[in-house]
């Protein structure tokens, strides 16, 4: 079963804005990654954020972590049309195996 | 560096057949997952192989199942095909646990 779980489950802003999207887990973890994924096809790999971390950014994403809390979230600043896909987080449990949640749909507006 | 590439991009089978689906990994990868993708269930775990052994399994019934050869590559294959089946398959490679994955484009089969 999914035990991750993206919110909002959909987004929608204007290009230019910021764009946040929650993550929350039931299990002990390794680290937790990202992915971003465009009109069904192949999952991009965003970040990777490993248990010990709170924060860690790429470009203009930024990724905080709090295991006592079991959430995660991602925020990508500035955002553009390109953005416009359904992002995932994706926690690696104990058995280094990831576990999907339903991911949230983005749509930049122009 | 090539990515990891899927094969079959497009598949459409008829009920009660079978089908394989390749997967190469990005070369020095030796994990490789599969992945199951609807709209109704999202993303399912099927299997990871590394070094030609199975290492994790998901919870699939026994028509699916996978192998991995000495150059990392991967197969998948599907028996007694059924509607439900219809789905994108994923497959992804990793250069270790601890590791982001590199995902294919997908395989997207169609069961008729």
């Known amino acids: 079963s999914q035990q991750g779980e993206e919110d909002p489950q959909a987004l929608s802003i204007q290009e230019g804005e910021n764009a946040t999207m929650n993550c929350s887990y039931k299990?002990?973890?390794?680290?937790l990654q990202w992915y971003r994924q465009n009109s069904g096809r192949g999952l991009v790999h965003l970040i990777l954020i490993r248990s010990n971390e709170r924060e860690k950014h790429s470009g203009r994403l930024r990724v905080t972590l709090d295991t006592s809390k079991k959430s995660s979230s991602l925020l990508i600043t500035a955002s553009r049309a390109a953005d416009t896909a359904s992002y995932f987080c994706a926690p690696m449990d104990s058995n280094y195996q990831l576990i999907w949640g339903a991911g949230t749909k983005l749509i930049i507006k122009p | 560096k090539a990515g990891v590439t899927q094969t079959p991009r497009y598949l459409i089978k008829t009920r009660g057949q079978q089908v394989t689906l390749s997967c190469s990994p990005i070369s020095g990868h030796r994990s490789v997952s599969w992945y199951q993708q609807t709209p109704g269930q999202g993303l399912q775990f099927l299997f990871e192989?590394?070094?030609?052994?199975?290492?994790n399994k998901g919870n699939f019934p026994g028509r699916f199942s996978g192998r991995q050869f000495s150059n990392s590559r991967s197969e998948m294959n599907v028996s007694t095909l059924e509607l439900g089946d219809s789905a994108l398959y994923l497959c992804a490679s990793t250069f270790g646990q601890g590791y982001g994955y590199t995902f294919g484009s997908g395989t997207r089969l169609t069961v008729v």
């Open positions: 299990t002990s973890i390794n680290n």
């Open positions: 192989y590394f070094s030609e052994t199975q290492r």
